[in-house]
């Protein structure tokens, strides 16, 4: 195959505060065994704006994303 490994990530808040929390899983794709787990809580720079929700998650998905070691 020409992938070994495959990822999840997803991302939560409350549309009333500035807390995010991210994380990603890390998967060996052939046995689904977990790899790895990062995992960020951080404070939101981008007001909750239906449709513009990547202004405000991707900073804490890229947080995590720079803490793997995978």
Known sequence: ???ETIAGADISFNKFEETD???IVVLRLST???LEEVGVV???TFPYVPGLLSFREAPALLEA???LQT
Request: glycine residues 6%; neutral net charge; charged residues 25%.
């Open 65 to 67: 994303w720079e803490k």
């Open 32 to 34: 689904l065994e977990v």
């Open 1 to 3: 195959a020409p992938f």
């Open 42 to 44: 951080s404070r939101a």
């Open 21 to 23: 929390y991210a994380g």
